[in-house]
């Protein structure tokens, strides 16, 4: 349904441009390429012509997400804190300069600017947000994302505002001029802080600015659903809202959740509870939570069937109207003349009437020169006023942000740095954008005014704003820095360096004195376990001892033996004998006694004795040397008390540096509050001084340029009544002329003109009338829906 209104949308609209070209073509074909010129010109406006929507909310409301969730990618960055600081506009790709998506233009016109082939979130963020590195406010004047939308056909601009009423400065004038530019707007609201009073404040503005508004209520999911249902949020923002606007009718509030919608959408992961991707079914439900397709709808609805298309196309068809009837009626006047031209007294008659038509032109020459005097001069106080107001606003807003601090160093830091130029800034800003609205105030009253002459008009404008400027020439000074406090914090830190390095080193003879307790304790151990060797020990040899006691001693033993000897026999017989019969044999009985088991007994007795002897000594040596060693260490006690000693040390430099600290602090305070004191004041005058200087210079500029345009209004008007005048005795010339110029002339001159009048006949008659007819009977959507 959506793809068929946007068709027939663009149906209607063809038909426009082709009337448009058809007068065009009959205007260059007579011979008149200035008229031509009037229709291609609204040819090309209505053909590139930008409509623009733009968001509006207090910050946090969702409105970068939702322009994501309406383009189905995340090209704006959306955090949960202040996040866009300049305006972003979202148009449609083919209208991209050099078809990249990203354009991003500087206020300092000397700057060229840049471009980036795809709109991804990471390039935009560097441009658009609070955390960039530049000021954006300052330096950026838009951003232009060039995107595939069937939101951005046909010239809709949708528009990403900053946030208001965060704490950014620059971002509440930002918003508000894009208001003023704008066609329509989406107003937001945030359904976790829904209805505030600077939203209402907001819609105000909103209502006095914009012809059509959407009010949103997004992030509908975040609402608590077990305290309050979304249609009692509604309701109590339509409630609040009839109290304030009790006359206005009722709108409609479409309730939406942006997030969960592009969560859906993206083909990028997007962070929705606590989940980066989300599955096929949740992306379903997330849909249907959104409930933001009703919505989108609404507002397809709005771009190409409501007010909107209706009267961007509808203008242009009744200028052509108005033109073609124009030039239709000095036809027909013409060959008229021609008919009548034998009628010399009907001639006379009408060339009285137009001499009498000059003296009334004359006259109202005289009295339009005095309006547009009187109504400048109006103008001017009205301007004054505003001024004055608005100085007064910008000097509350610069106060409250002082008021807002506490103390000087926070002066130094968020207001120090305006001072170098951004206050001025402001200041020239705001003389700057009175001065435009003057002109643009006076564009109007051409427009309404003088319309036959508004190009002239407008040349003449431009001119006179190429150098009207506002600068502000006499800085003051002043320097927050020289306000800051020095209560000797300097001195202090030194100071509590000193103390704690020697916090540090009272810190590290504590782990030495830990140690060195491990270490007694220690010793002590290896002592104790050495003793109790040496018990085990002397224990053990009494033990293997005692199977050496006496009882335990074998006796000696004694056994009977038969000696056998053999012994050479005396004398010389014995000789004989001996060697006749050998030795003589001698046997003997002798008793041997046996000590060997005694003997091994007593033997391994004294190597048991050796053996023990040697043990105790090592062990008693071991002994005797742990000993020293326990001795030379501090007791464990002795130790503990030396810790402790230490730490009441640190404890007491503990407590020296808080009491510095807090003397400091008192000290600090006091001198804070009175350097607030004396910043305050300068500042005041600071302010004052701009103040003076852009009050003064303004009402010096627009009554300089009031005299100016007043003169240069009264020059134009002056010379186009001289025109008027001088066309009126060309015609009288041109019937004179007739009244000589032969029968053949006449028949050419009428042949010509009728087939001239057939021509306008035959547009206005076909596609006039067709459009025409079309476009008033197109149902218009309205915004505003009564529900109360
Ligand atoms: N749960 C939920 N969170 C949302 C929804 N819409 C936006 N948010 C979150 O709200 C926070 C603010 O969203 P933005 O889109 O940055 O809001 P903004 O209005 O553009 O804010 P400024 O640029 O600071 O003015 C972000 O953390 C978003 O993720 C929604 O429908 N549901
Ligand atoms: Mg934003």
Known sequence: MQDNTLQSYQQRKNKVLNLLSASSDFFTNNNLPEKADSFNKLFTQVKEGTFS????????????????????????????????????????????????????????????????????????????????????????????????????????????????????????????????????????????????????????????????????????????????????????????????YPDRPMPEIWPIAALPALAARSSQDVEYRNQLSHNADEKKQYLITSRIHDFEERLLRFITQGEKAKQELLAPVNKVHALLNSHKANLELNIDILLKTHDSDELTLQLNELRQEIDKVEADKLLQKGSVSIELKSLCRDLKEKMGTNLLNLKKRYQSELSALDTIDDVVLHIGPKLNGKIQQDYEKLANQLLNDFSDYISELAQENFLHYITQLDEEIEKWNENSEIKIVNTPELNAESFSVDVGLDQYQQFKKEKEIEIKELRQSIETYEDKSIEARQAKMQLDKLENDLRLTSQRNEERMMQFSANHRPVISYEDKTITEYKSRGGVLGKVATWAIGKKKIIDQIQTSNTDARDAFDNDKLKSEENNEKEKKDIVGKVAQQTDTVNTLLCEDKLELMQKRKEVAIEAIRSQLTDEMLQLGEKSAIENKKKMFAFEGQYNIYLENFEDQVERTFKERITKSRNNVSKMIDNIVLENFNQLIEKHKKEIELKERLLDSSEEDKARKKIELTTQLADINEILKNSYVEIKVELESMAIDTIEQVTA
């Open 53 to 244: 929507i733009v968001v509006v909310g207090e910050f946090s409301a969702g409105k970068s997400t939702f322009l994501n969730a309406l383009m189905g990618e995340e090209h704006l960055p959306a955090l949960s804190t202040e996040t866009t600081a300049t305006v972003n506009f979202l148009k449609s790709k083919a209208l991209s300069p050099n078809n990249n998506e990203v354009e991003v233009l500087y206020n300092n016109n000397e700057q060229s600017p840049l471009y980036y082939e795809t709109a991804d979130k990471k390039t935009i963020e560097s441009f658009v947000t609070t955390k960039s590195t530049l000021d954006v406010a300052e330096e950026i004047k838009q951003v232009n994302l060039f995107l595939d939308s069937k939101f951005l056909n046909d010239g809709v601009t949708l528009v990403d505002s900053p946030g208001l009423n965060g704490l950014a400065s620059g971002h509440q004038e930002i918003t508000e001029k894009q208001i003023e530019t704008s066609h329509a707007s989406i107003m937001m609201f945030n359904a976790t802080r829904p209805g505030s009073k600077s939203e209402f404040e907001l819609i105000g503005e909103l209502q006095e600015k914009v012809d059509t508004i959407f009010y949103v209520l997004n992030r509908i999911d975040d609402i608590k659903l077990n305290e309050q249902s979304v249609e009692e949020v509604v309701d109590s923002i339509k409630n609040n809202f009839h109290k304030l």
